[in-house]
């Protein structure tokens, strides 16, 4: 325990640090203009969006001691308890973070498929513009219910919960990544994009058409896209409209409520 209390402290500074060093760097090399967008033409619009973010983010970071971390620790402790020797150590963490990759590709589609869970996830997708912020944006609910279904993951598959931690560390870091805007050049985006996700993979999972909006859901690994055809021929450009076609976003309590609201 005192080896994940330690890993613990370690992933809340690197996400830390990883996320003021993104939204520092997109704020002097941005990519797509906050004030170009259709949707945010003012400052003030702007400062509002960031504030709503931070407000959803401060609430799911409160969540995570209280639910997400109990839950998956419980769920490593009483799990099956059927894995070999030989998925162990540093190949088995691979495996695992492979394992666990696939599924979050297929957690993140259920939610844009499943119409109860788009409910929580739209909360995530009618932010207007993507910075690094947007990659922390959850509505609560959907922290809760992905934490509940990832321990059903760990407890039939036997996940360390040191393998659980440096998933998440490996997810956030991605997620913190290709929501930004920074102005990556090219030569390093383009190769990466081969392997991982990278910005110009996933702006256009949060273009503000449907069809573009259900494609484009891998987190790690870019490879899942094409391996299960979801992958869109749509390309990135610079002020392309983010958010949900026919959608506005709304203020924190309207976010807040709205997957609990008769549509
Ligand atoms: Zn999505």
Redesign the pocket.
């Known amino acids: 325990m005192e080896q994940i209390d330690s890993l613990l402290e370690y992933k809340a500074i690197w996400i830390v640090s990883v996320a003021i060093t993104l939204l520092v760097l997109e704020r002097i090399f941005p990519k797509a203009r906050p004030l170009a967008g259709a949707r945010l033409r003012t400052l003030g619009q702007n400062v509002m969006r960031l504030a709503k973010n931070f407000g959803l983010v401060l609430l799911n970071a409160g969540l995570s001691p209280l639910l997400v971390i109990p839950i998956s620790a419980m769920a490593a402790t009483h799990a099956l308890g059927w894995r070999p020797e030989w998925w162990t150590g540093g190949a088995g963490l691979i495996a695992d973070l492979i394992i666990l990759d696939c599924w979050i590709y297929w957690w ?1 589609r259920a ?2 498929e499943l119409p109860f869970l788009w409910r929580f ?1 739209e909360i ?2 009618l932010d207007e513009f993507l910075d690094a912020s947007s990659a922390l944006r959850f509505h609560f609910g959907e922290v809760a219910i992905s934490a509940v279904v990832r321990a059903g993951v760990i407890w039939l598959l036997d996940v360390p919960l040191s393998s659980v931690v440096v998933f998440e560390i490996c997810v956030l870091t991605m997620a913190l990544f290709h929501h930004s805007n920074v102005a990556f050049p090219v030569w390093f985006e383009r190769p990466l994009s081969k392997v991982l996700v990278t910005p110009s993979i996933h702006w256009v ?1 949060h273009h503000a058409i449907r069809a573009d ?1 259900d494609s484009n ?1 891998a987190n790690i690994m870019s490879v899942w896209d094409i391996v299960f055809g979801s992958r869109s021929a749509t390309r990135r450009w610079r002020d392309m409209p983010i958010g949900v076609e026919r959608r506005h976003d709304e203020s924190l309590i309207g976010l807040l409520t709205r997957p609990f609201r008769y549509r």
């Open positions: 993140h939610n844009h996830h995530h997708h999972h909006t859901y």
